[in-house]
């Protein structure tokens, strides 16, 4: 079994400042691990992946992630956030086998304020 | 190309009525996954399948049921709903592979009175 926790359920920040959204998780077996960002009344578009190979994962909109194996963690940063950005992040991990459902952390309102 | 488009987007249900809530995909996914949103705890799957005429139950499954009677198409039924079920439900897909990633639907947000 897997489980997500994200450490803030809301992040309020100023146009133009850093970011860093915490992620940690928990797995009995290799997992591949997701970020996944939510507008106001939309569904879930992926930000980015992590699924092997480097461990700085790029993703869109300026957003990248650093996983850290030995601390079981998958924070997002972004260097300078845009008031576009306001919305709900989730961190979401899935098995590599079996029936590869998404496990999601409890999200992260992010508050760009100008 | 529609992706995955989920029918209704909004509904009212009185305690005790059934409702069937409708996800088609044409983007050829052999997994298809129904979930709920809740504020607060994420999205938490409900029931999965992992190709036409196969499903499972997931974290959530009591008082829902589920069909996938064509590929193309994820079904999820509400017997008998309470107001536990007020929620937004959210359908995705997924295609073999195991780069692939979950698209989901824009959702339905479901009020039980």
């Known amino acids: 079994a897997q489980s997500v926790t994200q450490l803030d359920s809301q992040v309020p920040v100023f146009e133009e400042a850093p970011v860093e959204l915490r992620c940690n998780y928990s797995s009995s077996v290799s997992v591949y691990l997701f970020w996944y960002v939510q507008y106001p009344n939309q569904g879930l578009q992926l930000l980015l992946k992590y699924l092997s190979g480097s461990t700085l994962v790029k993703g869109i909109n300026g957003f990248e992630a650093e996983f850290n194996k030995s601390q079981t963690s998958f924070h997002l940063r972004k260097p300078s956030v845009h008031i576009s950005d306001t919305a709900e992040y989730f961190c979401?991990?899935?098995?590599?086998?079996?029936?590869?459902?998404?496990?999601f952390g409890s999200g992260t309102r992010l508050q760009v304020q100008p | 190309n529609a992706g995955v488009t989920q029918t209704p987007k909004f509904r009212v249900l009185k305690t005790g009525q059934s409702m069937t809530l409708l996800c088609a995909q044409d983007?050829?996914?052999?997994?298809m996954y129904w979930y709920r949103q809740d504020p607060g705890m994420g999205l938490r799957l409900i029931h999965y399948s992992v190709g036409e005429g196969t499903t499972a139950k997931g974290e959530v499954p009591d008082g829902y049921n589920v069909s996938r009677l064509k590929k193309q198409n994820f079904l999820l039924g509400l017997e008998s709903a309470a107001p536990s079920q007020t929620s937004v439900y959210f359908c995705a897909g997924k295609q073999q592979g195991l780069n692939t990633e979950a698209f989901f639907g824009q959702g339905t947000r479901l009020t039980v009175v």
């Open positions: 979401a991990v899935s098995e590599r086998r079996g029936r590869r459902a998404l496990t």
């Open positions: 983007m050829n996914h052999e997994y």
